[in-house]
């Protein structure tokens, strides 16, 4: 099957920046669609980011200009670069992918989820 390994959590002051990387390993033919979700305390989960295999990229409206979702084919990795953090950008955040694997069936992939914590 297909993994997601997420890194690049943690606390960070108001204004403050983190990247996030989500890399994707196993019986990967090829990865579609890679997203960045998050979900806060008491809150249903939402899509953050999300890119297509051709480059083309989605944003939450609230994190437009300040977030910059890219990623690396070669390595069937995603990034998260999130700048100008708020308090409201606390969350868990979880990579999500759409993977066909080397048998042609097709899956969606959750990762374990990376805390980010925007506090002074």
């Known amino acids: 099957q297909v993994q997601l390994v997420e890194s690049g959590g943690g606390l960070v002051q108001p204004g403050g920046s983190l990247r996030l990387s989500c890399a994707a390993s196993g019986s990967i033919f090829s990865i579609n669609d890679m997203g960045w979700y998050r979900q806060a305390p008491g809150k249903q989960r939402e899509l953050v980011a999300r890119i297509s295999s051709g480059g083309t990229i989605d944003y939450e409206d609230s994190v437009k200009g300040r977030f910059t979702i890219s990623r690396d084919n070669a390595e069937n990795t995603v990034y998260l670069q999130m700048s100008s953090l708020k308090p409201e950008d606390t969350a868990v955040y979880l990579c999500?992918?759409?993977?066909?694997?080397?048998?042609?069936?097709?899956?969606?992939?959750w990762g374990q989820g990376t805390l980010v914590t925007v506090s002074s």
């Open positions: 999500n992918a759409g993977a066909t694997l080397t048998s042609r069936s097709t899956i969606e992939v």
